[in-house]
């Protein structure tokens, strides 16, 4: 007799189940509850011992497990197809906790020249006062492998970049990174959760997000996650703290395998720094990841929409959105991505004027710093999201002072194109 096998659940199933296995066992509740708790009873003084000793099943305080948390971290685990994760009080927490679990002092890390300028405050503020030099590059295959050193411990990108919407050739970079034997990281909070786009099938190894963006969907809560593939061996002369025994005489490796980068971030990000996510915040995250495909499917058809209809306006001197033919990724993206091209666009009106009447005179949209939201956003990255940044490198990211980054909502199509043309006319 032939074995019964059941089939693995797609993205729209899993986005609803993932994670929970089924209504709550103790009341029959279908949502996951929100367990408001700082801290857990425990069974007696031997569970405690092995709670504390990281033996055992549990949950040993609120700053390290909470299983409303742990439901929301294994869906976007689920989605993204890796092994394990953490969640954390912001994408910026995330990034900071990945970053700092993977380098010490006298390493090296290459960036994407596009980077978030939330992590490139990591990068100048962090990393290089504690001795971590790091370099930003073009997100092309030549430019990373220009950059690799002997002490490079990561390669950094965003797989679509902000604001230039530039998407870098992740199986290529992967395939290098893994020759070089250097753990491969994406920024995927443009990829929703995978829904747009899996870095871990293409051989990246660490996934970040910004679970604020399209996780939540509705501006109403910050958050953050990593997802570890499982795939990279980190007992490495170049991670010396993986193999470095604790006081009970284990490492991290020795205690999670595969996933011992998993247990690192979760060890410095929530025991050591507390960048811990609440579970109220998680519910949030939960309730926005139940409508993730609808949503970025709607979002990404009307940037679509919009980004061909601002080609053709004659107040807008450029448009930089992948799905776009004349965009410089197009190509790459339509391999890279899939069920669209993402939901935001950029444009840059024909003076630094133009763009500041812009973002002034919208009425539908809404001019504030978000991306992934239910309603339309604007900003000017040049003066906001990206200030911090030294001229001379937000130039070398093509961000200009008369570059408009827009993020779709779920207006009417209709509704926005006549927003946005009565705010570019002058």
């Not at 009307?302 to 959105?321: F, G, I, M, N």
Request: glycine fraction near 10%; hydrophobic fraction near 40%.
């Amino acid at each position: 007799m032939e074995k019964s096998s059941t089939p693995p659940l797609r993205f729209d199933t899993l986005q609803l189940h993932a994670g929970q296995g089924g209504p709550d066992p103790a009341t029959g509740a279908r949502a996951v509850p929100i367990y408001a708790t700082s801290s857990y009873v425990f069974e007696d003084a031997d569970h405690a011992a092995q709670l504390f000793a990281g033996l055992g099943d549990g949950n040993q305080y609120g700053r390290m497990d909470n299983p409303t948390v742990q439901v929301f971290v294994d869906r976007i685990v689920a989605l993204e197809g890796g092994k394990g994760g953490v969640a954390f009080s912001s994408g910026q927490a995330a990034t900071t906790a990945t970053l700092l679990a993977l380098a010490e002092p006298g390493k090296h890390v290459v960036f994407s020249r596009e980077m978030f300028g939330g992590t490139y405050a990591v990068a100048r503020k962090i990393l290089e006062p504690w001795g971590v030099s790091w370099d930003a590059v073009d997100q092309t295959v030549e430019a990373v492998e220009a950059a690799i050193r002997d002490e490079t411990v990561a390669v950094w990108v965003e797989n679509i970049a902000n604001p230039t919407c530039t998407v870098p050739d992740i199986p290529a970079i992967a395939a290098l990174c893994k020759t070089r034997k250097i753990p491969f990281v994406v920024d995927n909070t443009w990829g929703c959760a995978g829904y747009l786009c899996r870095p871990l099938e293409m051989g990246a190894n660490i996934v970040v997000h910004s679970a604020t963006k399209w996780i939540g969907g509705h501006g109403t809560f910050i958050g953050g996650a990593l997802v570890d593939g499982g795939t990279f061996d980190w007992d490495h002369p170049n991670f010396p703290a993986f193999s470095r025994l604790d006081s009970r005489g284990r490492s991290y490796i020795a205690r999670e395998g595969d996933l011992a980068f998993r247990l690192r971030a979760h060890d410095l990000g929530l025991f050591v720094m507390g960048m811990t996510l609440s579970p109220q915040t998680a519910f949030l995250g939960l309730q926005g990841l139940e409508t993730l495909s609808i949503r970025v499917q709607r979002e990404c058809d009307s940037a679509l929409a919009l980004a061909r209809w601002l080609e053709a306006h004659p107040a807008v001197a450029r448009v930089h959105y992948p799905g776009l033919e004349s965009h410089p990724s197009h190509a790459v993206a339509k391999r890279v991505l899939r069920n669209g091209f993402g939901g935001v666009l950029s444009f840059e009106t024909k003076d630094e004027e133009g763009a500041k009447h812009f973002v002034n005179r919208v009425k539908i949209a809404s001019h504030l710093a978000n991306i992934g939201d239910a309603r339309t956003v604007v900003i000017l990255p040049w003066f906001t999201t990206h200030s911090a940044l030294e001229e001379s490198v937000r130039r070398s990211a093509g961000i200009t002072p008369q570059l408009v980054r827009l993020s779709a909502g779920l207006e009417d199509l209709e509704d926005l194109m006549a927003d946005l043309d009565q705010a570019l006319r002058r």
